[in-house]
Protein backbone atom coordinates (compact mmCIF):
# COMPACT_ATOMS: atom_id res chain seq x y z
CA UNK A 1 0.00 0.00 0.00
CA UNK A 2 1.81 3.22 -0.90
CA UNK A 3 2.02 6.32 1.08
CA UNK A 4 -0.49 9.38 1.11
CA UNK A 5 1.14 12.83 0.15
CA UNK A 6 -0.14 16.15 0.62
CA UNK A 7 -0.60 18.21 -0.62
CA UNK A 8 -1.25 17.01 -4.28
CA UNK A 9 -0.21 20.63 -5.79
CA UNK A 10 1.11 23.87 -4.72
CA UNK A 11 1.94 27.09 -6.18
CA UNK A 12 4.55 29.81 -4.36
CA UNK A 13 6.26 32.71 -4.70
CA UNK A 14 10.10 32.72 -4.81
CA UNK A 15 11.15 32.90 -0.81
CA UNK A 16 7.61 31.66 0.40
CA UNK A 17 8.12 28.30 2.67
CA UNK A 18 6.14 25.20 1.57
CA UNK A 19 5.63 21.60 3.74
CA UNK A 20 4.86 18.39 1.89
CA UNK A 21 3.57 15.63 4.49
CA UNK A 22 3.87 11.73 3.74
CA UNK A 23 1.63 9.04 5.89
CA UNK A 24 1.60 5.37 5.85
CA UNK A 25 -0.89 2.73 7.19
CA UNK A 26 2.28 0.39 7.83
CA UNK A 27 5.40 0.39 9.97
CA UNK A 28 7.93 2.40 7.90
CA UNK A 29 11.57 1.18 8.45
CA UNK A 30 12.84 4.35 6.75
CA UNK A 31 11.70 7.22 5.07
CA UNK A 32 12.80 8.28 1.41
CA UNK A 33 12.13 11.65 -0.46
CA UNK A 34 13.25 12.18 -3.71
CA UNK A 35 12.37 15.69 -6.10
CA UNK A 36 11.53 14.98 -10.32
CA UNK A 37 11.66 17.46 -12.62
CA UNK A 38 9.72 17.19 -15.79
CA UNK A 39 11.42 14.61 -18.03
CA UNK A 40 14.37 13.52 -15.80
CA UNK A 41 14.71 10.73 -13.55
CA UNK A 42 14.18 11.11 -9.40
CA UNK A 43 17.15 12.61 -7.97
CA UNK A 44 17.62 11.52 -3.63
CA UNK A 45 17.45 14.01 -1.86
CA UNK A 46 17.55 12.94 1.79
CA UNK A 47 16.77 9.84 3.93
CA UNK A 48 15.32 9.39 7.43
CA UNK A 49 16.02 6.36 9.61
CA UNK A 50 14.87 6.50 13.38
CA UNK A 51 11.75 7.95 14.67
CA UNK A 52 11.83 12.08 15.70
CA UNK A 53 14.48 12.10 13.00
CA UNK A 54 15.49 15.58 11.61
CA UNK A 55 17.86 15.98 8.47
CA UNK A 56 18.83 19.12 6.54
CA UNK A 57 20.19 19.85 3.61
CA UNK A 58 20.53 23.77 2.84
CA UNK A 59 17.08 25.40 3.17
CA UNK A 60 15.15 21.78 2.60
CA UNK A 61 14.74 19.77 5.68
CA UNK A 62 13.05 16.88 6.71
CA UNK A 63 11.42 15.22 9.90
CA UNK A 64 9.86 11.46 10.47
CA UNK A 65 8.07 10.48 13.25
CA UNK A 66 8.33 7.00 13.36
CA UNK A 67 5.10 6.29 15.80
CA UNK A 68 2.96 8.20 13.82
CA UNK A 69 4.34 6.64 10.64
CA UNK A 70 4.46 9.90 9.07
CA UNK A 71 7.50 12.28 7.31
CA UNK A 72 7.25 15.97 6.41
CA UNK A 73 9.52 17.61 3.87
CA UNK A 74 10.30 21.39 5.03
CA UNK A 75 11.29 23.93 2.33
CA UNK A 76 12.22 27.08 3.24
CA UNK A 77 12.89 30.49 1.58
CA UNK A 78 12.06 28.78 -1.93
CA UNK A 79 13.93 29.19 -4.91
CA UNK A 80 12.99 28.47 -8.71
CA UNK A 81 15.27 25.61 -8.80
CA UNK A 82 13.00 23.82 -6.43
CA UNK A 83 10.15 23.54 -8.58
CA UNK A 84 9.25 20.09 -9.60
CA UNK A 85 7.76 16.55 -8.29
CA UNK A 86 7.98 15.54 -4.32
CA UNK A 87 8.13 11.93 -3.98
CA UNK A 88 8.56 9.79 -0.69
CA UNK A 89 9.37 6.68 -0.45
CA UNK A 90 8.48 4.00 2.55
CA UNK A 91 10.75 1.35 2.71
CA UNK A 92 9.61 -2.30 4.01
CA UNK A 93 11.15 -4.77 5.60
CA UNK A 94 12.26 -6.34 2.26
CA UNK A 95 13.81 -3.31 1.02
CA UNK A 96 11.07 -2.51 -1.42
CA UNK A 97 10.30 1.31 -1.79
CA UNK A 98 6.88 2.14 -2.24
CA UNK A 99 6.31 5.52 -3.62
CA UNK A 100 3.20 8.24 -2.85
CA UNK A 101 1.54 9.97 -5.79
CA UNK A 102 3.80 13.00 -5.81
CA UNK A 103 3.33 16.59 -4.72
CA UNK A 104 3.42 18.89 -7.65
CA UNK A 105 5.45 21.79 -6.70
CA UNK A 106 5.70 24.80 -8.60
CA UNK A 107 7.91 27.99 -7.24
CA UNK A 108 7.07 31.47 -9.51
CA UNK A 109 9.25 34.58 -9.15
CA UNK B 1 32.42 8.15 -10.17
CA UNK B 2 29.14 6.56 -13.14
CA UNK B 3 26.08 6.31 -11.59
CA UNK B 4 23.41 4.29 -12.60
CA UNK B 5 23.03 3.87 -16.19
CA UNK B 6 20.53 2.55 -18.39
CA UNK B 7 20.17 1.97 -22.16
CA UNK B 8 18.54 2.74 -24.51
CA UNK B 9 16.69 6.12 -23.58
CA UNK B 10 13.80 5.96 -25.90
CA UNK B 11 12.60 3.46 -28.20
CA UNK B 12 9.24 2.92 -29.63
CA UNK B 13 7.56 -0.78 -30.20
CA UNK B 14 4.40 -2.12 -31.36
CA UNK B 15 2.17 -4.04 -29.16
CA UNK B 16 2.63 -6.99 -29.26
CA UNK B 17 6.68 -7.30 -29.59
CA UNK B 18 8.99 -7.71 -26.77
CA UNK B 19 11.61 -5.13 -25.21
CA UNK B 20 14.75 -5.49 -23.32
CA UNK B 21 16.01 -2.69 -20.98
CA UNK B 22 19.61 -2.51 -20.32
CA UNK B 23 20.91 -1.36 -16.49
CA UNK B 24 24.40 -1.08 -15.13
CA UNK B 25 24.30 -0.52 -11.07
CA UNK B 26 26.47 2.66 -9.18
CA UNK B 27 29.90 1.56 -8.90
CA UNK B 28 29.77 -0.50 -5.41
CA UNK B 29 26.21 -1.23 -5.72
CA UNK B 30 25.04 -5.19 -6.24
CA UNK B 31 21.17 -4.68 -5.63
CA UNK B 32 19.22 -3.75 -8.70
CA UNK B 33 15.89 -2.99 -8.41
CA UNK B 34 13.26 -1.96 -11.29
CA UNK B 35 10.29 0.71 -11.39
CA UNK B 36 7.57 1.93 -13.87
CA UNK B 37 6.60 5.37 -14.34
CA UNK B 38 3.39 6.28 -16.22
CA UNK B 39 2.72 10.03 -16.83
CA UNK B 40 1.74 11.89 -13.95
CA UNK B 41 2.18 8.90 -11.57
CA UNK B 42 5.07 7.56 -8.89
CA UNK B 43 7.42 4.99 -9.82
CA UNK B 44 5.82 1.53 -9.23
CA UNK B 45 7.91 -1.23 -7.87
CA UNK B 46 8.59 -4.07 -10.42
CA UNK B 47 11.14 -6.02 -8.93
CA UNK B 48 14.69 -6.30 -7.20
CA UNK B 49 17.63 -8.46 -8.34
CA UNK B 50 20.61 -9.46 -5.90
CA UNK B 51 23.30 -12.76 -6.22
CA UNK B 52 21.71 -12.95 -9.41
CA UNK B 53 18.22 -13.57 -7.93
CA UNK B 54 15.11 -12.13 -7.88
CA UNK B 55 14.37 -10.88 -4.54
CA UNK B 56 10.91 -9.55 -4.24
CA UNK B 57 8.55 -9.03 -6.96
CA UNK B 58 5.62 -5.94 -6.90
CA UNK B 59 2.33 -6.17 -8.45
CA UNK B 60 3.29 -7.04 -12.55
CA UNK B 61 2.18 -9.89 -14.53
CA UNK B 62 4.85 -12.49 -15.48
CA UNK B 63 5.30 -11.04 -18.77
CA UNK B 64 8.33 -8.46 -17.20
CA UNK B 65 10.73 -10.62 -15.96
CA UNK B 66 14.47 -9.89 -15.60
CA UNK B 67 18.17 -11.16 -15.01
CA UNK B 68 21.29 -10.10 -12.84
CA UNK B 69 24.42 -10.93 -14.35
CA UNK B 70 27.47 -11.48 -12.15
CA UNK B 71 28.69 -8.02 -13.06
CA UNK B 72 25.77 -6.68 -11.11
CA UNK B 73 24.09 -5.69 -14.71
CA UNK B 74 20.59 -6.41 -15.07
CA UNK B 75 17.93 -6.52 -17.38
CA UNK B 76 14.17 -6.28 -17.91
CA UNK B 77 12.17 -7.96 -20.50
CA UNK B 78 8.78 -7.31 -21.19
CA UNK B 79 6.97 -9.60 -23.54
CA UNK B 80 3.64 -9.44 -25.37
CA UNK B 81 4.06 -5.43 -25.13
CA UNK B 82 0.64 -3.39 -24.50
CA UNK B 83 -0.39 0.29 -24.87
CA UNK B 84 -0.23 -0.17 -20.94
CA UNK B 85 2.99 -0.72 -20.81
CA UNK B 86 3.92 2.60 -22.48
CA UNK B 87 6.35 4.75 -19.52
CA UNK B 88 9.58 5.06 -17.92
CA UNK B 89 11.27 2.37 -16.94
CA UNK B 90 13.65 3.22 -14.38
CA UNK B 91 16.63 0.74 -12.56
CA UNK B 92 18.10 1.96 -9.28
CA UNK B 93 20.92 0.55 -7.21
CA UNK B 94 21.77 0.27 -3.76
CA UNK B 95 24.03 -1.66 -1.19
CA UNK B 96 22.36 -4.08 0.91
CA UNK B 97 23.31 -4.55 4.66
CA UNK B 98 21.72 -1.69 6.63
CA UNK B 99 18.95 -2.21 4.37
CA UNK B 100 16.99 0.41 5.63
CA UNK B 101 19.86 3.21 6.01
CA UNK B 102 20.81 2.87 2.04
CA UNK B 103 19.99 5.54 -0.40
CA UNK B 104 18.71 4.10 -3.29
CA UNK B 105 19.57 6.05 -6.78
CA UNK B 106 18.15 5.95 -10.18
CA UNK B 107 19.17 6.33 -13.71
CA UNK B 108 17.69 8.79 -16.28
CA UNK B 109 15.73 6.03 -17.43
CA UNK B 110 14.70 4.29 -20.29
CA UNK B 111 11.28 5.65 -22.58
CA UNK B 112 9.14 3.29 -23.69
CA UNK B 113 6.27 3.97 -25.99
CA UNK B 114 4.01 1.03 -27.65
CA UNK B 115 2.28 1.97 -30.67
Known amino acids: QQPVQSPQAVILREGEDAVINCSSS?????VHWYRQKHGEAPVFLMI?????EQKGHDKISASFNEKKQQSSLYLTASQLSYSGTYFC??????????FGGGTRLMVKP | DAGVTQSPTHLIKTRGQQVTLRCSPK?????VSWYQQALGQGPQFIFQ???????QRGNFPDRFSGHQFPNYSSELNVNALLLGDSALYLC??????????????FGEGSWLTVV
Open chain 2, 92 to 105: ASSYPGQVAGNTIY
Open chain 1, 26 to 30: KALYS
Open chain 1, 48 to 52: LLKGG
Open chain 1, 89 to 98: GTLNAGNMLT
Open chain 2, 27 to 31: SGHDT
Open chain 2, 49 to 55: YYEEEER
